[in-house]
Structures are given as structure tokens and as C-alpha cells.
């Protein structure tokens, strides 16, 4: 198990840019994958963004082209750089492996994008 923490939401104008930032309680190194998730009220929770140990990266169709995770297994961190930010993106932001560990999930970070 590993827990997380997630930070950097907020309130951005569409076309805006946001980095958020996952803090993870052990060392990262040995998990395969962690990924980026999202919910908006009333609907269920999507995954965003995946990255591998060894970088490999994928993400919904809905961020291609304009979001970017990143890891940092030195410093335990995993992040998502967002930009071109559009109303439809507003949810809460949650880090977690993937598949996701279900005892991990962290309070997650609202991100709001007005139009």
C-alpha cells in the first residue's frame, strides 16, 4: 500500500494551464504504473493519465495533446501538467497506481475551469 497526496488544483480560466503534484508516502521506484484520475460530479471516476517505471505515458482522449504526466522516483512524486484547460475538465484530480491500490485513494484536488 502506499499513500497519496495529492496538491496543485484550483481555479483557471479555459485555455489556462495547471500542474498538480502527487506525494507519495514510500518510495515509488518498484510500482509499475501510476496514473491520474478524475471525477465530475455526478459521474463516475476516469482515468487520465498512466505512466510506467520506464516512461512509457498514455492518456484519455479527451487530454491527448494537452496534458502531461509526469514521475519523479527520486523525490516520490508523480505530476500532471495541464494546460489548454476547458470547462469539461473540471473534476477532482485523484494519483493512484494503476490499477489502482483501493485503500490509497487520497482527498484528491478540485480543479475548476470557468469559460
Known amino acids: 500500500q502506499v499513500q497519496l497526496v495529492e496538491s496543485g488544483g484550483g481555479l483557471a480560466q479555459a485555455g489556462g494551464s495547471l500542474r498538480l503534484s502527487c506525494a507519495a508516502s514510500?518510495?515509488?521506484?518498484?510500482?509499475?504504473?501510476m496514473a491520474w484520475y478524475r471525477q465530475a460530479p455526478g459521474k463516475q471516476r476516469d482515468l487520465v493519465a498512466v505512466?510506467?517505471?520506464?516512461?512509457?505515458?498514455d492518456y484519455a482522449d479527451s487530454v491527448k495533446g494537452r496534458f502531461t504526466i509526469s514521475r519523479d522516483n527520486a523525490k516520490n512524486m508523480v505530476y500532471l501538467q495541464m494546460s489548454s484547460l476547458k470547462p469539461e475538465d473540471t473534476a477532482v484530480y485523484y494519483c493512484?497506481?494503476?490499477?489502482?491500490?483501493?485503500?490509497?485513494w487520497g482527498q484528491g484536488t478540485q480543479v475548476t475551469v470557468s469559460s
Open positions: 493512484n497506481t494503476r490499477p489502482p491500490f483501493q485503500n490509497s
Open positions: 514510500r518510495n515509488i521506484f518498484s510500482i509499475n504504473s
Open positions: 505512466i510506467t517505471s520506464g516512461g512509457s505515458t
